[in-house]
């Protein structure tokens, strides 16, 4: 019989960072800062350009101490320029003549590492060669040494260069739009973000059982199969490689979980946002779907969130059977979403 659902819950949102939104030097048109349930960001802004001695723009930030880094998928950016910008930035300060670093998508000149290391200097430009949205985006502080990168996927980075800014502590992080048009606004939507510390130390290594606390059951690849699509399920330990979890780390604090007998990762179906969508093993790619945040609960337990839909990993009807499915779920502090890592000797 069909387990019964997990009765439904008020959403949560995903565990990305909220941003403030504020317009930084003279700008023509105010701007604004909206964000969606699912974590989509949309940015409104004008400006005359983020360039030269002075800036003009909107920006969405945070606070950021120290070392850390910030990934976003830029969806789109309009064109009321060929130099309209929209990326992630790290700024010293919210004054038009900061000190920062960016990684931009343009409409027509492709990606771009810009970047100004004294306050009211020049600025500097690095090509990162042809691209269109969407198009992932990186930025990476490690002490005065800022890096950029571009992907197209998320998964497989290109480094487009790197540059020594001697910055405060204590900066600004966030995702920026200019129109380079100071009398229209540009939209530029932005997914995926992340923010986090550059230091989060890597995920253990070996490999590990996946244990629901409400069965003590494993999670487990449906029938030992190796093939894409095959169901993720609850089953009682008996120590098989398709039982066994390996931890590899995607950036962000985020990882990918990999079925060591079959070399693929969980991953949920169709990159759906849905309650009770399934979760399988699929070849990775890259997508956010297939990318999960381990938050601790304490005891050793966990609840596992992808990254997509910031949905927990929940077995279907809190059941308790072999064979009970597994899939996504709002998390709701049930031990059916609570899962104890344990290390194979």
């Not at 069909?2 to 960072?17: G, Q, R």
């Not at 010293?92 to 100004?116: C, D, I, Y």
């Amino acid at each position: 019989p069909t387990p019964t659902p997990t009765p439904t819950p008020t959403p949560i949102p995903p565990p990305s960072s909220n941003l403030s939104g504020q317009d930084i030097g003279a700008v023509g048109v105010a701007g604004s800062t909206s964000r969606s349930s699912g974590g989509t960001y949309t940015l409104s802004g004008s400006g005359a350009d983020i360039w030269n001695t002075s800036d003009s723009f909107h920006y969405a930030h945070r606070a950021l101490a120290g070392d850390g880094e910030i990934v976003a998928r830029v969806i789109g950016v309009g064109n009321a320029n060929t130099w309209a910008k929209a990326g992630v930035m790290i700024r010293e300060t919210l004054t038009p003549g900061s000190k920062h670093a960016m990684m931009v998508l343009t409409p027509g000149n492709g990606a771009a590492f810009q970047r100004r290391t004294t306050t009211g200097g020049a600025s500097t430009h690095t090509s990162g060669g042809a691209a269109t949205a969407p198009l992932w985006v990186k930025l990476v502080r490690s002490g005065n040494t800022f890096s950029a990168y571009r992907s197209a996927d998320g998964a497989t980075w290109t480094l487009i260069g790197t540059e020594t800014i001697a910055m405060a502590g204590n900066v600004y992080v966030g995702l920026a739009v200019t129109s380079h048009n100071n009398s229209v606004a540009v939209q530029a939507t932005f997914d995926n973000l992340s923010i986090g510390s550059a230091g989060v130390p890597p995920p253990p290594t070996g490999y590990f059982e996946i244990v629901a606390r409400h069965s003590n059951k494993c999670l487990d690849v449906s029938g030992g199969s190796t093939a894409n699509g095959s169901v993720i399920i609850q089953w009682d330990c008996h120590g098989g490689a398709n039982q066994q979890w390996q931890r590899v780390a995607v950036g962000g604090g985020y990882e990918r979980l990999v079925a060591p007998h079959s070399g693929k990762v969980l991953d949920v179906s169709a990159s759906s946002t849905a309650n009770g969508a399934r979760v399988h093993q699929q070849e990775f790619v890259g997508g956010a779907n297939q990318q999960w945040l381990l938050e601790s609960l304490g005891g050793g337990y966990y609840k596992i969130l992808a990254r997509h839909s910031g949905k927990a990993l929940d077995v279907s009807g809190v059941s308790q059977a072999n064979g009970a499915i597994v899939h996504q779920w709002d998390y709701v502090g049930g031990a059916n979403q609570q899962w104890l890592l344990r290390a194979i000797p």
